[in-house]
């Protein structure tokens, strides 16, 4: 397997997991008090954003020429960390 297909299976792997944090988040928003569960549900809106532009980072990624690679690797990875802090910010206004 080339380096480029691992890192993309990595990077949909780890995409994955977070699609799991984001489905915990959102039945939490579900069970929370009415004002609360508005701004949690406006939260876990702004993190499906930041997952599907991931999923299009992915994307690019797949069909990029070796040429572009690195580039669109650096784009990616750049999403990939927006996400995942917002992620880790979500969860902890979420408790």
């Not at 780890?14 to 939490?28: C, G, N, P, S, T």
């Amino acid at each position: 397997m080339s380096d480029r297909n691992a890192y993309e299976q990595k990077l949909r792997a780890k995409l994955d997991e977070l699609q799991a944090e984001v489905d915990k988040l959102k039945a939490r928003a579900r069970g929370a008090e009415a004002d609360a569960r508005i701004e949690q549900e406006k939260e876990v809106d702004r993190l499906e954003a930041k997952r599907d532009e991931m999923r299009q980072k992915l994307d690019e990624l797949r069909h990029s020429s070796d040429d572009a690679w690195d580039d669109v690797k650096a784009g990616a990875e750049r999403a990939w960390e927006s996400l995942s802090d917002s992620i880790k910010s979500a969860r902890s206004r979420f408790k």
